[in-house]
T-cell receptor, first 115, second 113 residues
Framework: DAGVIQSPRHEVTEMGQEVTLRCKPI?????LFWYRQTMMRGLELLIY????????DSGMPEDRFSAKMPNASFSTLKIQPSEPRDSAVYFC?????????????FGEGSWLTVV | GNSVTQMEGPVTLSEEAFLTINCTYT??????LFWYVQYPGEGLQLLLK?????DKGSNKGFEATYRKETTSFHLEKGSVQVSDSAVYFC????????????FGKGTKLSVKP
């Protein structure tokens, strides 16, 4: 079974540019999560979806960030315009039922650098 | 709100030493507890988990017991190897949540030969 697939793995972009991160969850999983990891703040949940519907986006830092899940096998996280402080590793993760105790599987992350 | 506190690192040990990484949590009800491991340049992998009080999770020689009375889930390994060098994250999934995880800050472990 393929794991969570993220792209791009690495991206360097200039301040002000639009960044789109992509995620393909594990087939059959119906919950999807976007996390951000930085040295200063650790791992933060940005948003999560259940059955393609956003359940909680309170972790999204500001209006420059948006996430979509048009179908069960694809999600995007977009930053427009990007800023240097957005530099981080962005992880997508998925789980089967979204219930407590279910294992969440992480992708290998998208390493974003905004210069 | 729910939160996780784990010991700050980095932790440096010699091969075959005993490892303990402390983790305590604050949560209402009965959360599920997890340890994830992150190797350099990689994503997080589930190491072990426990979903109810007094459960012991174990994997690859690592163990952690869900202690409701002390709200703790300390990670232990009797004899570490160089290959265990990684960052370890304690996390919880709150009762009634959709399964999203709240993570501790992570503890970096370095094992020297």
């Amino acid at each position: 079974d393929a794991g969570v697939i993220q792209s791009p793995r690495h991206e360097v972009t200039e301040m002000g540019q639009e960044v789109t991160l992509r995620c393909k969850p594990i087939s059959g999983h119906n919950s999807l999560f976007w996390y951000r990891q930085t040295m200063m703040r650790g791992l933060e949940l940005l948003i999560y979806f259940n059955n393609n519907v956003p359940i909680d986006d309170s972790g999204m830092p500001e209006d420059r960030f948006s996430a979509k899940m048009p179908n069960a096998s694809f999600s995007t996280l977009k930053i427009q315009p990007s800023e240097p402080r957005d530099s981080a590793v962005y992880f997508c993760a998925s789980s089967r039922t979204g219930g407590v105790g279910n294992t969440i599987y992480f992708g290998e992350g998208s390493w974003l650098t905004v210069v | 709100g729910n939160s996780v506190t784990q010991m700050e690192g980095p932790v440096t040990l010699s091969e075959e030493a005993f490892l303990t990484i402390n983790c305590t949590y604050t949560a209402t009800g009965y959360p599920s507890l997890f340890w994830y491991v992150q190797y350099p340049g990689e994503g997080l992998q589930l190491l072990l988990k426990a979903t109810k009080a007094d459960d012991k999770g174990s994997n690859k020689g690592f163990e952690a017991t869900y202690r409701k009375e002390t709200t703790s889930f300390h990670l232990e390994k009797g004899s570490v190897q160089v290959s265990d060098s990684a960052v370890y994250f304690c996390a919880l999934s709150g009762e009634g949540s959709q399964g999203n995880l709240i993570f501790g800050k992570g503890t970096k472990l370095s094992v020297k030969p």
